[in-house]
């Protein structure tokens, strides 16, 4: 009977975690995206310190950032309270157990049927029990809140085997870091003609997405994808590239292209996205990722993307700490420092997302003669230049801006996720009463939702 008492917490701490659990996660949850929140509007804020200015928002900024951090400081201190409270449970308990099992060996030690050196041996073996059974609702509670953050591992494997994320594999803690695998660029790899079919996806909390999406990309061109607010550029983008789940066909040079997240990288193809992401490392780092280049490529690569004057304004050079998620830099810096790290990589298709969403006019005006003139960056290759369009980007963009509408070979016009037209700007504004739209300037979205997909 003692011994089911001393046994007795353990059911009382499984029950306590099952009827929290929900709480467990939610409280973890919550206080992730509320620090993400703060974090990213620091970013964004380092990025619009001109607009912020111009508009004398600094109170509605700085304010905001006050409820920002209100908001993650509630959510924070919801998750510790609560795991505070279930260490003080789970103690409790335990310790309540423990006087239980004292009075009853007190009175079977009176009875005679216990003796004294029966109850010593019994508390020996107890001690370790209890505080088993401790560390036991300890590590549940801890394994709750730590499925957020595999869940959010498993986001970024993009549809791959959770078990990759345990597969064994060598820790280097100490000496030389190996050098990263390079992929040397070969005939296989050259670009002749990117065709997509049939592209669909819709996100399933609202059904929108991208329907039936067709066109080809012909090396040496530029695709531009626009649209307004909403209309799912980026989610075209990405289903291109293999991002989201899509349906549909992509072949490569007629060739079906099965595992598009493995097979659009370079060199084939590198990618710009709408909100880039830096690393907490040097500017260096950032733009080479490992790889090896020579000082001549990687200036070159800055050059395209016109980043050489506030290179020369950085007394570290390409030696600055870009800090957590770039945030020493401002949004223009942010996205200029990725397209270097695309053009530097020497892909054959170059996928840019807004590029120039953050860049005043003369800076955009240059980046986008920069791109378009025949690149002359340094790339790994073993193969002969394809001669047609010889050194020419072939390039998928997503813009709204008219300076590179007017140098698109071909103009993706998206309304509510379908193509409403396509082909030439002239013949575009002629045909097309969106593309007129477009082009006066009505990006505002006519669904009732904000913001791209």
Same mark, same amino acid.
């Given at each position: ?16 975690? /099952? ?12 206080? =992730?995206?509320?620090?993400?929140? @703060?974090?990213?509007? +620091? ?12 508009? /004398? ?36 308990? !335990? *310790? ?10 007190? &009175?079977?030690?009176?009875? %005679? ?9 019994? +508390? ?41 994320? +345990?597969?064994?594999?060598? !820790?280097?803690? *100490? ?22 079919? %049939? ?6 909390? *609202?059904? =929108?997405? @991208? #329907? ?35 349906? %549909? ?30 690393? &907490?490392?040097?500017?260096?780092? *950032? ?14 690569? +800055? ?33 200029? /420092?990725?397209?270097? =790290?695309?053009?530097? &990589? ?47 980007? /072939? ?5 709204? #801006?008219? &300076?590179?509408?007017? #140098?698109?070979?071909?103009? !993706? ?41």
């Amino acid at each position: 009977l003692i011994t089911a008492v001393v046994f007795a917490p353990m059911l009382a701490i499984f029950f306590v975690i /099952t009827a929290l659990r929900k709480k467990i996660l939610a409280y973890r949850s919550e206080a =992730r995206k509320a620090h993400s929140r @703060v974090v990213g509007f +620091i970013a964004e804020t380092f990025g619009a310190v001109q607009a912020v200015k111009v508009a /004398t928002a600094e109170e509605n900024v700085t304010g905001h950032f006050e409820q920002l951090n209100e908001e993650r400081r509630k959510a924070s201190l919801k998750d510790t309270l609560l795991s505070e409270m279930m260490f003080t449970i789970f103690k409790s308990t !335990i *310790n309540l157990g423990i006087g239980i099992v004292l009075l009853m060996a007190g &009175s079977t030690i009176r009875q %005679g049927s216990f003796t004294i050196g029966d109850f010593a041996l019994f +508390i020996a073996y107890m001690w370790p029990l209890t505080d088993s059974m401790f560390a036991y609702g300890n590590m549940i509670a801890r394994h709750n809140q730590a499925q957020i953050s595999l869940e959010r591992l498993k986001y970024l494997l993009m549809g791959a085997s959770e078990h990759t994320l +345990i597969t064994p594999g060598p !820790i280097y803690m *100490n000496g030389e870091l190996p050098d990263v695998p390079v992929k040397q660029k070969t005939a296989a790899h050259r670009l002749k003609c990117l065709k997509i079919e %049939g592209l669909s996806y819709l996100y399933p909390e *609202n059904g =929108r997405g @991208v #329907r039936n999406v067709s066109f080809v990309v012909e090396k040496g061109t530029i695709t531009v994808v626009t649209g307004r607010i909403g209309s799912g550029k980026t989610t075209l983008l990405r289903s291109v590239l293999g991002l989201l789940p899509a349906v %549909g066909t992509r072949r490569w040079n007629d060739e079906w292209v099965d595992d598009p997240v493995s097979f659009f990288v370079p060199p084939r193809a590198a990618y710009t996205p709408q909100v880039p992401r830096l690393f &907490s490392e040097s500017l260096r780092d *950032n733009i080479i990722l490992g790889q090896p280049h020579s000082h001549e490529g990687i200036h070159q690569a +800055i050059r395209t993307a016109v980043f050489e004057q506030d290179l020369d304004q950085m007394e570290e050079g390409l030696n600055t700490l870009v800090g957590p998620r770039g945030v020493r830099l401002s949004g223009g810096q942010v996205q200029r /420092t990725s397209a270097a =790290r695309m053009f530097v &990589s020497g892909a054959e298709l170059l996928v840019f997302d807004d590029l120039s969403s953050a860049l005043d006019v003369e800076t955009e005006k240059n980046l986008w003669e920069r791109v378009f003139e025949p690149r002359g960056l340094e790339a790994p290759t073993n193969g002969s230049q394809d001669p047609t369009r010889d050194g020419l980007p /072939t390039c998928l963009v997503v813009s709204h #801006r008219k &300076s590179v509408l007017k #140098r698109a070979d071909n103009i !993706i016009v998206l309304k509510d996720g379908k193509v409403e037209a396509q082909g030439r700007l002239e013949d575009l504004l002629e045909t097309s009463e969106e593309m007129r739209r477009l082009w006066e300037g009505d990006l505002e979205d006519t669904s009732g939702d904000q913001g791209d997909i």
